[in-house]
């Protein structure tokens, strides 16, 4: 048992659990607790809060960075295809050009249906 | 020159035809102002014709392309027809209920094109990466689709849900993968056969990883409670697409995955079986108290996903028609029924409370008959596919040694339970009716082509199943 490799494994993961444990629990049983309001304030980078925490989101922001992401994602796969453009020849070309097709549907449908007007 | 593997288009045909539907379908729906859901709808089902006859010429024949990574084979094809028969059915079932698609018939019908699509590429995936591919195609797309009933608080808690729940499970699969991958330096599952016959703890750690993430697509008990909610939640096109479409996709990468890598009588399997018993128990007890007909279909979903198990114990290549069988004779049950309940209701509203169904064979007696027909197929009475499937099953997991007994003993009993639940419902339809009846949808035309292509299905399976072994597939590369 001792000579197999995973025993080191083993080890380590019960090493992770006890220092993680023991930073989670010691603290509560050692820390005498004096609250005061500023203390239990959330963070807000030193300045004293300056709205509720929980409030409405307009989902609008949630909209943008969705399509954000989607687009940004997928132009980022266009740079290994134009680094090794002659390389993969025209079979690559072809290949991008589908992608291009597909991807433009995409856009054409969220532009159409409204996705990039802020109302 | 790069070396690009070779790429077989007629293989990739019927998905290229699938997904050209689907961006066609978004495309129409831009440049028509009125946007016609009955086009759009009809588009899809047009789709789903072209990509059949696409797939005709590969049936019979094993071929594989994209290096191995994609297999054509008689058991991907029999996935491939049944699945792009369920997207048929689905569209006709849509094309009643005004509210359930979110106002957006365009987008609807791309979802659920692309999620066929995903289906099919996990029919085909012979290896780790492209049954990711698959499961993530279909799952991302059914997310949106459990919340098309938008104005719907419940069919917004089922997205939520599924959305939370299905990432969870698509990490312990992809986990899995990673871990099998680190076992067998290879992810083509078929040299994943070498690391499960040396039975490595990484390899066993791995596949029970992967099998959390399976067992959660396939609600397998005790990855099963998300089931009730998103079934109850969703709009009634998309639970039953989600019952029948989902459930043979994902039997499909299961089967192919034990077929390829295991031996039948592998201890790494064991799991797998209790997986099994534990659906068929949770299944059917769990449905007895269920006063919701979507929540009780649920159940029965997750108990007849027990059921399917059964095929992949025993001896010889058998099993995989007998799965194949099952999951065609579950469609048409499942469907059916669903294209019964969505006649009830009107003005978009579903009706599905048990109650309800009072006395609708004195009212309705051909909707009550066809229901009758379908619950009592779910139940396995004789001269039903239902029947036939689990006798099929039974013989198959009688060949399987202790487990597969222990197996067949639980279908029994679970399927004498799943008498009462299912008479249940028929009872209620026999009663005299009392107090509120719940209204009738207007022009039901589709779900009656729905009713009809569930009932042939039914009644052929299960007074001629030689039918069905006329085209018997098999896996080509994986006989045991």
Redesign the interface.
Same mark, same amino acid.
């Given at each position: 048992m001792l000579q197999s490799p995973w025993t080191l494994v083993a080890v380590y993961f019960l090493v992770a659990l006890a220092i993680a444990s023991a930073m989670a629990i010691v603290p509560g049983i050692f820390t005498r607790k004096r609250p005061t309001k500023s203390k239990s304030d959330p963070y807000e980078c030193g300045v004293p809060p300056t709205s509720a925490l929980i409030g409405r989101f307009p989902v609008r922001f949630y909209l943008v960075a969705m399509l954000f992401v989607v687009f940004d994602v997928e132009a980022a796969s266009f740079f290994p295809w134009a680094v090794k453009l002659r390389a993969l020849g025209g079979f690559g070309f072809v290949e991008m050009l589908t992608f291009i097709v597909v991807l433009g549907v995409g856009y054409a449908y969220v532009w159409k249906k409204g996705g990039f007007s802020w109302r | 020159?790069?070396q690009?593997p070779a790429i077989d288009y007629a293989v990739l045909a019927p998905l290229i035809i699938l997904?050209a539907t689907g961006?066609l379908v978004?495309?129409v729906?831009?440049v028509s102002r009125q946007a016609a859901r009955n086009v759009l709808y009809g588009l899809g089902v047009a789709g789903c014709a072209a990509s059949f006859a696409a797939s005709l010429p590969l049936s019979g024949r094993t071929v594989t392309t994209l290096s191995g990574a994609f297999a054509a084979d008689r058991f991907s094809w029999g996935f491939d027809a049944l699945l792009l028969l369920t997207l048929a059915v689905t569209f006709l079932l849509s094309s009643l209920k005004r509210a359930e698609d979110g106002g $957006?018939p365009? $987008?609807y019908a791309a979802l659920l094109i692309f999620c066929t699509v995903g289906g099919m590429i996990m029919a085909g995936a012979a290896n780790l990466i492209g049954i990711f591919l698959g499961v993530e195609l279909l799952s991302l797309a059914l997310y949106i689709l459990a919340g098309t009933g938008y104005p719907r608080q419940a069919s917004q808690e089922a997205a939520l849900k599924y959305v939370l729940l299905g990432s969870l499970a698509s990490g312990f699969l992809i986990f899995g993968s990673a871990l099998l991958y680190g076992a067998a330096g290879s992810i083509a599952l078929a040299d994943l056969a070498t690391a499960a016959a040396s039975g490595a703890?990484l390899f066993v750690a791995g596949f029970g990883l992967w099998l959390v993430g399976i067992a959660f697509k396939l609600a397998l008990s005790p990855f099963h409670t998300w089931t009730p909610d998103v079934y109850e939640g969703s709009p009634l096109a998309v639970t039953a697409f989600m019952a029948v479409a989902v459930k043979a996709a994902t039997f499909s990468v299961l089967a192919r995955f034990i077929y390829t890598v295991f031996q039948h009588d592998s201890a790494a399997l064991i799991p797998v079986w209790a997986l099994a018993i534990l659906s068929m128990l949770v299944g059917n007890f769990g449905a007895v108290r269920q006063g919701n007909l979507k929540r009780l279909l649920a159940f029965s979903s997750i108990a007849q996903a027990g059921y399917i198990v059964l095929a992949l114990s025993g001896v010889g290549s058998k099993g995989l028609s007998t799965m194949l069988f099952y999951l065609i004779a579950y469609g048409f049950m499942n469907l059916g029924a669903f294209a019964t309940i969505s006649l009830l209701g009107d003005g978009g509203e579903e009706y599905v409370d048990i109650e309800g169904y009072r006395g609708l064979f004195f009212r309705r007696p051909w909707v009550a008959t066809w229901m009758t027909i379908f619950f009592a197929s779910l139940a396995g009475i004789p001269a039903t596919a239902g029947f036939i499937g689990k006798l099929l099953l039974l013989e198959q997991a009688l060949g399987g040694g202790p487990w597969g007994i222990a197996m067949a003993a639980t279908l029994i009993l679970g399927t004498l339970v799943s008498f009462y639940v299912y008479f249940k419902v028929i009872y209620q339809m026999f009663l005299p009716a009392q107090g509120q009846a719940p209204q009738f949808a207007g022009n039901a035309a589709a779900s009656w082509v729905a009713i009809a292509v569930g009932a042939t299905g039914v009644m052929l399976l299960g007074i001629v199943p030689q039918a069905f072994y006329l085209a018997q597939p098999y896996l080509a590369a994986a006989s045991r």
């Open positions: - | 020159m790069m690009l997904v961006l978004l495309l729906d831009l $957006s365009g $987008s703890p």
